[in-house]
């Protein structure tokens, strides 16, 4: 799993992939994030709690955190990659949203009391004015895993009959999340970067017949590939045998070969069945002869 969450963080740090991530998924490919208007913020959500003399810390690690400057506005997205289902997403997810909000709230806070420009009464209270704004958090799940993704993707399912009454949610906030099921994401067309082909290849990747014809049909792309696209295949198509035929498979031009890596396992399985068929034979003849 750690391999699976390094690759996978190296791979969209690609501030163009990032881009590119949001707008499939959130804008049917429209190009409404520029990958110029991406950078790279700290992965570490710190919360400082000071009473006294006695300050504690909490440290969560994202896997990819980001600004985002969207129509003008600025965002932030927090990027969580999963190999495997996680039943308590949704409450995950609010936990990390609201450490974000937090930071930013205490960071405000200490703005304020330096300047001291803070009326009294509810803003130092609060240790915000009344025109200051924070700005707001995604969170998109990007799930690799096989299996179809069955947990909950808002919070309000997690609540049991809660969840069955009409009356009851009218109440509670929904707070749904945003998970792209990778394996079953019907448009991957809405990519423009390599992601496209990740996707389409890992929707295969399960029927060997299906995959090689897939490649095929897109030789020219799947010939040179990136490294760290290269990487991210292999590791999440749980194949061994690719990943070290990465030395083997580099191309002229820098990439990597994906359709010659696939050859070379089939013709490396078809040399292997027949050295255990003539094993296996000759075990057959020397238990008939005996």
Same mark, same amino acid.
């Given at each position: 799993?750690?391999?699976?969450?390094? $690759?996978?963080?190296?791979?969209?740090?690609?501030?163009?992939?990032?881009?590119?991530?949001?707008?499939?998924?959130?804008?049917?490919? +429209?190009?409404?994030?520029?990958?110029?208007? @991406?950078?790279?913020?700290?992965? @570490?959500?710190?919360?400082?709690?000071?009473?006294?003399?006695? $300050?504690?810390?909490?440290?969560?690690?994202?896997?990819?955190?980001?600004?985002?400057?969207?129509? %003008?506005?600025?965002?932030? @997205?927090? &990027?969580?990659?999963?190999?495997?289902?996680?039943?308590? =997403?949704?409450?995950?997810?609010? !936990?990390?949203?609201?450490?974000?909000?937090?930071?930013?709230?205490?960071?405000?806070?200490?703005?304020?009391?330096?300047?001291?420009? &803070?009326?009294?009464?509810?803003?130092?209270?609060? %240790?915000?004015?009344?025109?200051?704004?924070?700005?707001?958090?995604?969170?998109?799940?990007?799930?690799? %895993?096989?299996?179809?993704?069955?947990?909950?993707?808002?919070?309000?399912? &997690?609540?049991?009959?809660?969840?069955?009454?009409?009356?009851?949610?009218?109440?509670?906030?929904?707070?749904?999340?945003? @998970?792209?099921?990778?394996?079953?994401?019907?448009?991957?067309?809405?990519?423009?970067? +390599?992601?496209?082909?990740?996707?389409?290849?890992?929707?295969?990747?399960?029927?060997?017949?299906?995959?090689?014809?897939?490649? =095929?049909?897109?030789?020219?792309?799947?010939?040179?590939?990136?490294?760290?696209?290269?990487?991210?295949?292999?590791? =999440?198509?749980?194949?061994?045998?690719?990943?070290?035929?990465?030395?083997?498979?580099? !191309?002229?031009?820098?990439?990597?070969?994906?359709?010659?890596?696939?050859?070379?396992?089939?013709?490396? %399985?078809?040399?292997?069945?027949?050295? &255990?068929?003539?094993?296996? +034979?000759?075990?057959?003849?020397?238990?008939?002869?005996?």
């Amino acid at each position: 799993m750690q391999a699976q969450n390094a $690759v996978s963080i190296e791979y969209f740090k690609n501030s163009k992939r990032f881009a590119d991530l949001l707008n499939g998924y959130f804008f049917n490919g +429209d190009e409404v994030v520029h990958w110029e208007s @991406v950078w790279e913020r700290d992965p @570490v959500l710190q919360k400082i709690k000071r009473k006294g003399t006695k $300050v504690t810390t909490k440290a969560n690690i994202v896997d990819l955190f980001c600004n985002v400057a969207i129509d %003008g506005c600025r965002i932030g @997205v927090i &990027l969580q990659n999963q190999t495997k289902i996680h039943y308590a =997403m949704p409450i995950r997810a609010m !936990n990390e949203e609201a450490e974000a909000y937090y930071s930013q709230w205490k960071g405000l806070e200490k703005e304020h009391r330096e300047k001291k420009n &803070l009326k009294d009464g509810a803003e130092f209270l609060s %240790g915000m004015s009344r025109s200051d704004s924070i700005n707001p958090l995604l969170i998109l799940i990007v799930y690799f %895993g096989e299996e179809k993704w069955d947990a909950a993707r808002s919070m309000h399912k &997690l609540f049991g009959k809660v969840a069955e009454s009409e009356k009851m949610q009218r109440i509670f906030t929904k707070y749904p999340i945003h @998970v792209l099921d990778i394996r079953r994401f019907d448009n991957a067309d809405n990519f423009n970067t +390599d992601l496209k082909w990740v996707i389409g290849f890992l929707q295969k990747a399960q029927n060997r017949n299906k995959l090689q014809k897939y490649v =095929m049909e897109n030789k020219e792309v799947f010939e040179n590939l990136a490294e760290d696209t290269y990487n991210l295949l292999a590791v =999440m198509a749980r194949s061994p045998m690719l990943e070290e035929l990465k030395d083997d498979v580099k !191309n002229l031009k820098g990439g990597w070969n994906m359709c010659k890596a696939l050859d070379d396992m089939v013709k490396d %399985g078809e040399r292997r069945g027949k050295r &255990l068929g003539k094993k296996s +034979d000759q075990q057959i003849k020397s238990f008939t002869a005996g």
